[in-house]
Nanobody, 113 residues
Framework: QVQLVESGGGLVQAGGSLRLSCAAS????????MVWFRQAPGKQRELVAR???????NYADSVKGRFTISRDNAKNTMYLQMNSLKPEDTAVYYC???????WGQGTQVTVSS
């Protein structure tokens, strides 16, 4: 059974940093495309960052230069390092393995101004 568990969310002031983690079981993050999404209240879920099977990365324009997606193959965990956070980054963040059709439960990130 494939399972993804996010952690690392919280409340932070604008300009601060957080690192989200997505621990996987039943699959290997090293050989799968992995994606971070987020959903703010009243808005559609949007792609934040993606790392492909080959290691290439893509980011939403709104987070380029501030967020970094990475994987630790030994820990079978994906990360999202978020720097220079803005109030508009406030959302529930989800990790996703699209080819496994699996989502995590989400972790809340709140950025205060």
């Amino acid at each position: 059974q494939v399972q993804l568990v996010e952690s690392g969310g919280g409340l932070v002031q604008a300009g601060g940093s957080l690192r989200l983690s997505c621990a996987a079981s039943g699959m290997r993050v090293s050989i799968n495309t992995m994606v971070w999404f987020r959903q703010a209240p009243g808005k559609q879920r949007e792609l934040v960052a993606r790392v492909s099977l080959g290691g290439s990365t893509n980011y939403a324009d709104s987070v380029k230069g501030r967020f970094t997606i990475s994987r630790d193959n030994a820990k079978n965990t994906m990360y999202l390092q978020m720097n220079s956070l803005k109030p508009e980054d406030t959302a529930v963040y989800y990790c996703n393995a699209p080819y496994k059709n699996t989502w995590g439960q989400g972790t809340q990130v709140t950025v205060s101004s």
